[in-house]
């Protein structure tokens, strides 16, 4: 199709992988998805993204996408540099555009070297530009200044980076066969270590404040489970004892940023919360009233029992099935018959239609912790496996976590 030629930046015609009826298709089902009515809240933001990305990939030609495939990693690289420059907080911070050669000043770097690490930073839409060496903070700007998130960055870079690098190596090395041992996986091939990642961060804590930042963070911009799931009807209603018995126990529950949430929803809900995870995590937790901070191994038997919840965020995704055991039987020896559940907020991989940042968190699980995603089967197997079912499984995106609520079998 003539439509289909176009210009390449030198002069030469340049034609997409994709036939012309799907990029049709594609442009279509974007202009149904556009806002007919002017307003900005009249369109599925998911949607709209989904087919303009598609819609990208679909035009590029070859060369193109080995371009944007091979440079990938150049990409978190830069930004990392940037994070130790602080560049995206003095721009966000700013209230307008600063020169290049300021800016230099401010960070205390060679101005040409910064020259070439900007012009990236404006190549990729991180920064904005004003004029001739002069930037800007846009809306990727401030997102990437929030500590949070700027933390996510620095621990994928730092050490998932890192795991993920080493992983073509490693897979070759062990003849393709799925990574099921937390002490022997691209982690430990790339960071020389026998060492569990959760061994491995105690002694790296700076390494750990990131992860747990990043914990805290990675669901900017996503529906908290709290909007979809019925804590109150599911939970509260049905809460037995005075304010000393335990409504829930959030395990391995890092700096105690579930049970602050749980209880700023729900200001008037009885009971005591209860917040476990090892002891270099416990000392970085926040004080929550109501809140008692303790340090456990959750591979250890449970020494609360009877709790109306077990609260567990993305705790048995960093664990193969073996381990996962583990854990949830000496979560149900704990458990109240007819009375206590489980409460999972994990990925619930679909069968088709994979979403790519669910299926980023698969391929991390693989190369850091010998781990793994699950599908709703998966899950089933796991749970039937130790005495467990169930009981519903309630999901808002794919891409985010869904809440499994589980019950003895």
Same mark, same amino acid.
């Given at each position: 199709?003539?439509?289909?030629?176009?210009?390449?930046?030198?002069?030469?015609?340049?034609? @997409?992988?994709?036939?012309?009826?799907?990029?049709?298709?594609?442009?279509?089902?974007?202009?149904?998805?556009?806002?007919?009515?002017?307003?900005?809240?009249?369109?599925?933001?998911?949607?709209?993204?989904?087919?303009?990305? +598609?819609?990208? /990939?679909?035009?590029?030609?070859?060369?193109?996408?080995?371009? $944007?495939?091979?440079?990938?990693?150049?990409?978190?690289?830069?930004?990392?540099?940037?994070?130790?420059?602080?560049?995206?907080?003095?721009?966000? #911070?700013?209230?307008?555009?600063? *020169? &290049?050669?300021?800016?230099?000043?401010?960070?205390?770097?060679?101005h040409l070297l910064l020259l070439r690490l900007l012009r990236y930073l404006v190549a990729m839409g #991180? /920064? &904005?530009?004003?004029?001739?060496?002069?930037?800007?903070?846009?809306?990727?700007?401030?997102?990437?200044? /929030?500590?949070?998130?700027?933390?996510?960055?620095?621990?994928?870079?730092?050490?998932?980076?890192?795991?993920?690098? =080493?992983?073509?190596?490693?897979?070759?090395?062990? *003849?393709?066969?799925?990574?099921?041992?937390?002490?022997?996986?691209?982690?430990?091939?790339?960071?020389?270590?026998?060492?569990?990642?959760?061994?491995?961060?105690?002694?790296?804590?700076?390494?750990?404040?990131?992860?747990?930042?990043?914990?805290?963070?990675?669901?900017?911009?996503?529906?908290?489970?709290?909007?979809?799931?019925?804590?109150?009807?599911?939970?509260?209603?049905?809460?037995?004892?005075?304010?000393?018995?335990?409504?829930?126990?959030?395990?391995?529950? =890092?700096?105690?940023?579930?049970?602050?949430?749980?209880? *700023?929803?729900?200001?008037?809900?009885?009971?005591?919360?209860?917040?476990?995870?090892?002891?270099?995590? /416990?000392?970085?937790?926040?004080?929550?009233?109501? %809140?008692? =901070?303790?340090?456990?191994?959750?591979?250890?038997?449970?020494? !609360?029992?009877?709790?109306?919840?077990?609260?567990?965020? *993305?705790?048995?995704?960093?664990?193969?099935?073996?381990?996962?055991?583990?854990?949830?039987?000496?979560? $149900?020896?704990? %458990?109240?018959?007819?009375?206590? +559940? !489980?409460?999972?907020?994990?990925?619930?991989?679909?069968?088709?239609?994979?979403?790519l940042i669910a299926a980023q968190r698969d391929i991390t699980m693989m190369a850091c912790l010998g781990?793994?995603?699950?599908?709703?089967?998966?899950? $089933?197997?796991?749970?039937?496996?130790?005495?467990?079912?169930?009981?519903? !499984?309630?999901?808002?995106? @794919?891409?985010?976590?869904?809440?499994?609520?589980?019950?003895? +079998?």
């Open positions: 199709m003539a439509s289909q030629n176009l210009k390449s930046g030198n002069g030469l015609s340049e034609s @997409p992988s994709t036939g012309g009826s799907e990029i049709i298709a594609l442009i279509s089902a974007l202009r149904t998805s556009l806002p007919h009515d002017g307003s900005p809240t009249s369109y599925n933001r998911e949607k709209l993204k989904e087919i303009a990305y +598609k819609l990208s /990939i679909a035009l590029e030609t070859p060369g193109e996408t080995v371009q $944007r495939v091979a440079h990938y990693p150049l990409q978190t690289s830069i930004v990392r540099i940037a994070n130790r420059l602080k560049i995206f907080r003095i721009l966000a #911070a700013s209230n307008g555009p600063i *020169n &290049g050669q300021s800016l230099a000043q401010t960070v205390k770097a060679d #991180a /920064i &904005g530009e004003a004029g001739v060496d002069t930037y800007v903070a846009n809306n990727i700007t401030k997102n990437l200044s /929030i500590p949070n998130l700027e933390a996510g960055v620095n621990h994928t870079y730092d050490m998932v980076g890192t795991s993920v690098m =080493a992983l073509p190596a490693f897979l070759a090395k062990t *003849n393709y066969q799925n990574p099921t041992d937390p002490s022997h996986c691209a982690f430990n091939e790339s960071f020389h270590t026998t060492d569990t990642l959760f061994e491995w961060f105690p002694k790296h804590p700076e390494d750990l404040r990131d992860f747990n930042l990043w914990m805290t963070g990675q669901r900017e911009g996503r529906a908290n489970w709290l909007d979809f799931f019925p804590f109150k009807k599911q939970l509260a209603d049905g809460f037995q004892g005075g304010d000393d018995a335990i409504m829930l126990v959030d395990v391995g529950g =890092a700096l105690g940023h579930e049970v602050q949430a749980i209880k *700023n929803r729900y200001p008037d809900l009885p009971g005591e919360f209860v917040l476990q995870d090892l002891p270099d995590t /416990i000392k970085q937790a926040g004080t929550v009233p109501g %809140m008692q =901070a303790m340090a456990h191994d959750f591979f250890a038997p449970q020494p !609360i029992k009877g709790a109306r919840a077990y609260y567990l965020r *993305n705790v048995l995704h960093d664990w193969p099935d073996a381990k996962c055991k583990i854990i949830l039987s000496q979560l $149900r020896t704990a %458990m109240k018959e007819g009375y206590s +559940k !489980i409460i999972l907020n994990e990925l619930v991989l679909p069968d088709q239609g994979m979403n781990a793994t995603e699950r599908s709703e089967r998966q899950w $089933r197997d796991l749970l039937e496996s130790v005495g467990l079912e169930v009981a519903k !499984i309630w999901t808002d995106t @794919p891409e985010a976590e869904s809440i499994v609520e589980v019950v003895l +079998k």
